[in-house]
């Protein structure tokens, strides 16, 4: 078991520094520096001191290392849109939103749609099976930005209950938490159904049955536990999603958060800031993976010996 | 002796550390059955597969009809592989499913560039008859058939191009007993109309018995025993092949025998013995360990010889 | 000792069906599922409109021919009222699904292009190949593709061309894994054996036993790589780095609708409405399709 998460940890190491290469290598091939899109060009020999003091005139390989030098201190550079403050600096309170509304996006999304996919698998082929395979299959195809628009357009544009940007007041704060909860919501709708429905057809609960428990005790005392298990191993991955996702539900909804700062990142050419945060998503997505992956590895076992079965 | 149709010489098989097929001599005489038994895991559809080329002997000659065709490569082999066929065990997995029937019989002619399309059809229409099948049964697909008839048509396959060696790998033990009888009659029709020499590869001896000429026992990657069908069945002198003759369903009750399985250490235990005046041929090696010995009435068993020949 | 039958049987015959391919019951399953029926035919549509856009609209999609009319609502003679340029809106929303599936199709076509043989190689090679291909594969899935796909489209500045080819880098891994897990499953089935007993080539065994066989995850593989390129397409134009003005592109007409949604609700709801439904559609037929090829990858 260690051996196995030793191998896995060090094999995610190993892919996550190709990642960072290759970001880094693309970061640098983004025609223009930070400097040429300002509507009064720099002098020459201003920019070239610019230049040198931030360490873009050294060869790539030297600006790599020195880079993930200071990464390994949690050093991300000095952002180029503020330089009054540190890269670090600016995450620290650009994640307060992202985190706040992701967090309650999926606290919302992520327990009706457990619910829902519950309901469907006990219910075969009725109309909650029906509502959670439609729900689970707008959610996982349409576009976040879709769903947004969709959002604002029922409840800010023509029914006037809410207003249509994020943060600041609460009230605030409930069509972004929609909009970030589609994913989880449905996710989990079609992800419970098909665990549930796994550990419903497995022989134990027949025998269960056979004893005659009821149907109630037999669905909350042992299914669940069960079908619990595999439900917890997804939730780090689709905890990454929704930092994808944020960049789309940060800039329809206005909200400053990480993904608003990706986007202007990425719009001013800010380096420093955009591969902190492409770094931090592909180390968040690392761990989550690996961790995943532990997890599936750790309660696979059991699964086998509480399901008594195959 | 005239040269044999098939001769396997000192062949062996090594997968990493594993000895799967160890110094196995063998050869079927032209026109003749030679069976192949023992349990799963001797190495017998190894060896099988090695006499076809299909799997590279580690070391050892393969002679087909007297010419060497170890060395060989792949394009060099083509020729002939006209001469020598398979059929394996499982008919539904060894039929191509995307295929109708008559594809699957006038591949080989496309593959050896054999006559025209039109007359391929008309040659696959008449093997479908000659193994039993309706000439209708040609557009059919393989998944429309029984495990019999797909069979015939494996058998129908590998003799399209007039093979005269044959390999057939356990090709009746996956089906029911009625039908292991038409399809091991199939084969006896056309060994002696066509003059095959056939090295069947099985596990069940009540096959072998109205099958074979010869038996050769295998276990664990090596030759045991080997003897003509009657000797085998009279005086098997192996405890493996006696272990095996007492595995074979009895119809009388008053004859049915204990069914007794061997160990690895009740075998070598129970090692034959052997006189050196019971010896046909001095041993090829002179030892105290088991070795392959030649006795009166061309069998051949594992024994030790006791006093040494001098 | 059992004894072994010696009669001969006739000659057996086939009862009098005709006779039906693997694919056929695949059909059968397909048309059975309404939903990924419905899909199908709503796609069709969709796909019939934008191929024959001239013939249903007038005016072309950048023409300015109604700028007195600038954000009309819609009408009889604006059915989808007009922009604030002062263009029929129905006919960017025609034209749009051209750009969308146009882009949707390629990509799908490089992915396939690009997965296929490496998956089917992979599959059937094994080994070294084998092993370089999934670490390649591997990093693809660390990084989040539409984040990368974002820093690509800056760095490419957008354009059809470079969304498209963007969209297979992201989409060839999925053709190839789902070819390479067939191709696999099926090397070491007997019928490769007896065909390699028969003196085949690997061209041969490839081509008409392998790829044959592989149908199902080839068409699986493609019809699902065009929803996911269309997304991608349409989330790269919505930030302003995928398809540049004036081409008509459906994220980028919801982006500029975003900023009129709250007096000229008809800029926002249908492109929406289009993009939804189209990718919907796009996804229904895949996974009807996938359902109905191959049963045994049911809810994946």
Same mark, same amino acid.
């Given at each position: 078991m260690t051996g196995f998460i030793v191998r896995r940890a060090l094999s995610m190491l190993v892919t996550f520094i190709v990642v960072s290469i290759v970001i880094f290598l693309m970061m640098h091939a983004i025609? &223009? &520096?930070?400097?040429? &899109?300002?509507e009064m060009p720099l002098p020459d020999n201003i920019k070239q001191r610019l230049m040198a003091t931030l360490g873009l005139d050294k060869p790539l390989w030297e600006q790599y290392l020195r880079y993930m030098w200071g990464v390994l201190h949690f050093d991300f550079g000095v952002p180029y849109q503020s330089p009054g403050e540190t890269v670090m600096g600016l995450v620290a309170h650009a994640w307060l939103p992202s985190l706040t509304l992701g967090g309650l996006g999926i606290l919302v999304g992520a327990p009706i749609g457990i619910l829902l996919g519950m309901a469907a698998a006990l219910r075969r082929n009725s109309w909650i099976d029906y509502l959670a395979s439609a729900v689970a299959t707008l959610g996982l195809t349409i576009p976040v930005f879709i769903i947004s628009t969709g959002l604002i357009l029922v409840f800010a544009v023509w029914l006037h209950w809410t207003p249509a940007s994020g943060w600041g007041e609460p009230k605030r704060w409930i069509l972004p938490i929609l909009a970030y909860g589609a994913v989880p919501l449905a996710t989990y709708a079609r992800y419970a159904r098909s665990t549930m429905l796994d550990a419903l057809n497995k022989p134990f609960v027949t025998v269960l049955r056979a004893k005659g428990l009821s149907e109630g005790r037999i669905v909350f005392q042992h299914v669940l536990r069960n079908a619990a298990i595999p439900m917890v191993t997804i939730f780090p991955v689709m905890f990454v999603g929704i930092a994808t996702g944020s960049i789309f539900v940060e800039a329809m909804f206005r909200v400053p958060g990480l993904g608003a700062y990706f986007v202007s990142s990425i719009d001013k050419r800010d380096y420093p800031l955009e591969m902190a945060l492409m770094l931090l998503i592909s180390a968040l997505y690392s761990v989550s993976y690996l961790i995943a992956d532990i997890c599936y590895a750790l309660l696979n076992p059991r699964i086998r010996v509480d399901g008594g079965s195959r | 002796m005239s040269e044999a149709a098939l001769e396997l010489r000192q062949v062996t098989k090594r997968f990493g550390d594993v000895v799967?097929?160890?110094?196995v001599d063998l050869a079927v005489p032209r026109n003749r059955v030679v069976a192949l038994v023992g349990? *799963?895991? *001797?190495?017998k559809t190894t060896t099988g597969l090695m006499a076809l080329r299909l799997v590279t002997p580690s070391a050892g000659q393969i002679l087909l009809e007297g010419e060497d065709i170890t060395a060989l490569g792949q394009k060099q082999l083509k020729p002939h592989r006209r001469r020598m066929q398979v059929v394996f065990q499982d008919s539904y997995a060894s039929l191509d499913p995307m295929m109708t029937l008559g594809e699957i019989i006038a591949e080989p002619l496309g593959i050896h560039q054999v006559g025209t399309p039109a007359e391929r059809r008309e040659q696959a229409q008449g093997w479908l008859e000659k193994v039993g099948l309706d000439g209708s049964y040609a557009n059919r697909y393989p998944h429309e058939l029984s495990g019999g008839q797909r069979q015939r048509v494996a058998v129908a396959r590998a003799l399209i191009l007039g093979a005269s060696v044959l390999v057939a790998d356990e090709p009746t033990s996956a089906l029911d007993v009625s039908v292991k009888a038409q399809i091991v009659n199939l084969l006896q029709s056309l060994q002696e109309q066509m003059g095959l020499s056939i090295l069947f590869i099985s596990h069940d001896l009540s096959v072998v018995r109205s099958l074979a000429d010869e038996v050769v026992v295998m276990l664990r990657g090596r030759v045991v025993e080997r003897a003509p069908t009657d000797r085998i069945f009279a005086a098997a002198r192996h405890p493996y092949t006696q272990s095996l003759l007492d595995a074979v369903p009895v119809v009388d009750p008053s004859r049915r025998r204990r069914r007794t399985f061997l160990s690895a250490e009740e075998i070598a235990a129970r090692t034959p013995r052997v006189r050196p005046h019971e010896l046909e041929a001095p041993p090829p090696v002179d030892t105290a360990e088991p070795q392959l010995v030649a006795l009166a009435g061309s069998h051949f068993v594992e024994a030790i010889v006791t006093e040494r020949a001098a | 000792m059992t004894e072994i039958a010696t009669a001969a049987p006739p000659l057996a015959k086939p009862d009098s069906v005709r006779q039906r391919s693997p694919l056929y019951f695949a059909w059968r399953r397909f048309v059975s599922n309404k939903g990924a029926l419905g899909a199908g035919i709503v796609l069709i549509v969709i796909v019939l409109m934008a191929i024959f856009a001239p013939l249903i609209t007038t005016? !072309?999609? %950048?023409?300015?021919?109604f700028l007195t009319n600038?954000? %009309?609502?819609?009408? !009889?003679?604006h059915w989808f009222g007009v922009d604030d340029l002062g263009r029929d809106f129905f006919t960017r929303i025609v034209y749009g699904a051209r750009v969308s599936l146009g882009i949707g199709f390629s990509a799908a076509v490089f992915s396939l292009v690009v997965g296929l043989p490496i998956g089917a190689l992979a599959g059937y090679l094994g080994g070294k190949f084998d092993w370089v291909v999934m670490r390649v594969i591997e990093l693809f899935s660390v990084v989040p593709p539409l984040l990368a796909a974002l820093l690509l489209a800056t760095l490419t500045r957008g354009g059809v061309w470079a969304i498209i080819l963007i969209a297979a880098l992201f989409g060839w891994k999925d053709v190839c894994l789902l070819v390479r897990a067939q191709v696999k499953s099926f090397r070491e089935k007997e019928f490769i054996m007896a065909a390699q007993a028969l003196g085949a080539s690997p061209w041969h065994i490839v081509w008409r036993h392998l790829i044959p066989n592989s149908v199902s995850p080839i068409i699986v593989g493609f019809v699902l790589a065009i929803p996911l390129a269309m997304m991608l397409e349409a989330s790269l134009s919505f930030l302003g780095i995928g398809v540049q003005p004036p081409t008509p592109s459906w994220g980028q007409m919801i982006n500029v609708g975003m900023n009129f949604m709250f007096f000229y609700w008809h800029m926002a709801v249908f492109p929406t409405a289009a993009l939804a439904i189209t990718i919907l559609a796009a996804s229904l037929l895949g996974d009807g399709l996938r359902d109905a090829l191959d049963p045994t990858l049911k809810g994946r």
């Open positions: 025609p &223009g &520096g930070p400097f040429d &899109g300002y | 799967a097929v160890d110094r349990e *799963s895991g *001797s190495g | 005016t !072309g999609p %950048n023409e300015q021919a600038a954000l %009309n609502f819609p009408s !009889g003679a």
